[in-house]
């Protein structure tokens, strides 16, 4: 069994800042990829940035320069930090991994639960 279990979401001004983190536990054998994705309310869930096993990291054009992703390789932890945010960054946080859990033969996709980051204008 994995687990994704997130925090750090909640409703802040726009222009303010919130962090949020996602570790990753269970029967992990290796993890390829962390990542966070946003859903808003009638749009399909998109890709907000990620950061691979050699450090490196893609963000969504709407994010760069604001967020910064980062990962704690031995907590199996990711954090995204987020300033200057606008209300349109408004949505459901999913954090993501690529693994692979013990006794498996490819690495597959899990996701948390999803926590809710509102900005108000």
């Known amino acids: 069994q994995v687990q994704l279990v997130e925090s750090g979401g909640g409703l802040v001004q726009a222009g303010g800042s919130l962090r949020l983190s996602c570790a990753a536990s269970?029967?992990?054998?290796?993890?390829?990829?962390m990542g966070w994705y946003r859903q808003a309310p009638g749009t399909q869930r998109e890709l907000v940035a990620s950061?691979?096993?050699?450090?490196?990291?893609n963000y969504a054009r709407s994010v760069k320069g604001r967020f910064t992703i980062s990962r704690d390789y031995n907590k199996n932890t990711v954090y995204l930090q987020m300033n200057s945010l606008k209300p349109e960054d408004t949505a459901v946080y999913y954090c993501?991994?690529?693994?692979?859990?013990?006794?498996?033969?490819?690495?597959?996709?899990?996701w948390g639960q999803g926590t809710q980051v509102t900005v108000s204008s």
């Open positions: 950061v691979n096993n050699g450090g490196g990291t």
């Open positions: 993501n991994a690529h693994l692979m859990g013990l006794a498996k033969i490819t690495a597959e996709d899990y």
């Open positions: 269970g029967t992990i054998f290796r993890i390829d990829a």
